[in-house]
T-cell receptor
Framework: EDKVVQSPLSLVVHEGDTVTLNCSYEVTNFRSLLWYKQEKKAPTFLFMLTSSGIEKKSGRLSSILDKKELSSILNITATQTGDSAIYLCAVGAGGSYIPTFGRGTSLIVHP | NAGVTQTPKFQVLKTGQSMTLQCAQDMNHNSMYWYRQDPGMGLRLIYYSASEGTTDKGEVPNGYNVSRLNKREFSLRLESAAPSQTSVYFC??????????????FGSGTQLSVL
């Protein structure tokens, strides 16, 4: 059974802090790892990492895939209150490659 | 700019009642999915449709049925609702079938309570 584990489950920081969110996986036939941000409603896509694209960056957010350690980190620098959300990690693998989601990390950024 | 549209946004049912959650996408996507999200549990796949005319079970299909009405629409039916089906339901779509490393586009969710 495919398994995706995120840590920590929750995190409270102050504006300006840097945070690192973790995602580890145990899957068969890894295909891709995706990060989503979920505010009040629908998850929105952040990054996709694959064997051929192990590092992505967009503004203050960046993500790296460690194929050896079967994990990924999502870094957010100079956090803002607008970064408060649940961050979801999903891994596409197995026969169907449909993403399996982790439980998410709830990030709260205080002013 | 509609993307993926779900109706209704909120619903309260009594145990044993039935209802259908509707989902439509206007992005000409081929694949559609139904997930449920429970507190602390992440998103779990209920059913998916890789292409028009096909449907397959996901991780938690028991108690649900689906219909891929056409390329745009994918509905989820609860025949006899149970309190364990209280959850937030998300519909999602992707351009290509699973296996093409496609990101999913999500609807805004339906919050369902079964009393």
């Amino acid at each position: 059974e495919d398994k995706v584990v995120q840590s920590p489950l929750s995190l409270v920081v102050h504006e300006g802090d840097t945070v690192t969110l973790n995602c580890s996986y145990e899957v068969t036939n890894f295909r891709s790892l995706l990060w989503y941000k979920q505010e009040k409603k629908a998850p929105t896509f952040l990054f996709m990492l694959t064997s051929s694209g192990i590092e992505k960056k967009s503004g203050r957010l960046s993500s790296i895939l460690d194929k050896k350690e079967l994990s990924s980190i999502l870094n957010i620098t100079a956090t803002q209150t607008g970064d408060s959300a649940i961050y979801l990690c999903a891994v596409g693998a197995g026969g169907s490659y449909i993403p399996t989601f982790g439980r998410g990390t709830s990030l709260i950024v205080h002013p | 700019n509609a993307g993926v549209t779900q109706t209704p946004k909120f619903q309260v049912l009594k145990t044993g009642q039935s209802m259908t959650l509707q989902c439509a996408q206007d992005m000409n996507h081929n694949s559609m999915y139904w997930y449920r999200q429970d507190p602390g549990m992440g998103l779990r796949l209920i059913y998916y449709s890789a292409s028009e005319g096909t449907t397959d079970k996901g991780e938690v299909p028991n108690g649900y049925n689906v219909s891929r009405l056409n390329k745009r629409e994918f509905s989820l039916r609860l025949e006899s609702a149970a309190p364990s089906q209280t959850s937030v339901y998300f519909c999602a779509s992707s351009l290509y079938p699973p296996g093409r490393r496609e990101k999913l586009f999500f609807g805004s969710g339906t919050q369902l309570s079964v009393l």
